[in-house]
């Protein structure tokens, strides 16, 4: 499987964007997609994750209410919406998918809030 993202940018306080995450190869096999962020001197914490059906969703505390996750199952593809983002949203974010192969991870986008 291989995950390509786009999607990423600098962006004010306050500012929306929009990640995609387009997933290739054996896309049978996966069973959840979502996204994972690290900051400077952090560990890689879970964004949120949709399961195969497009209905189970799950988000980190921090981002519920702001970010919508969503997925286009003919299409292979996973999108994160972030609204109302804020400086310590700052983070390199991952693309990830996993099933019964195993784990994947894209190159990681970078979202820059600026304040």
């Known amino acids: 499987v291989q995950l390509v993202e786009s999607g990423g940018g600098l962006v004010q306080a306050g500012g929306s964007l929009r990640l995609s995450c387009a997933a290739s190869g054996s896309t049978f096999a996966i069973t959840v997609m979502g996204w994972y962020r690290q900051a400077p001197g952090k560990q890689r914490e879970l964004v949120a994750n949709?399961?195969?059906?497009?209905?189970?969703?799950n988000y980190a505390d921090s981002v519920k209410g702001r970010f919508t996750i969503s997925r286009d199952n003919a299409e292979n593809t996973v999108y994160l919406r972030m609204n109302s983002l804020q400086p310590a949203d700052t983070a390199v974010y991952y693309c990830?998918?996993?099933?019964?192969?195993?784990?994947?991870w894209g190159q990681g986008t970078q979202v820059t809030v600026s304040s």
């Open positions: 949709i399961r195969s059906g497009g209905s189970l969703t």
């Open positions: 990830h998918a996993g099933g019964w192969r195993g784990d994947y």
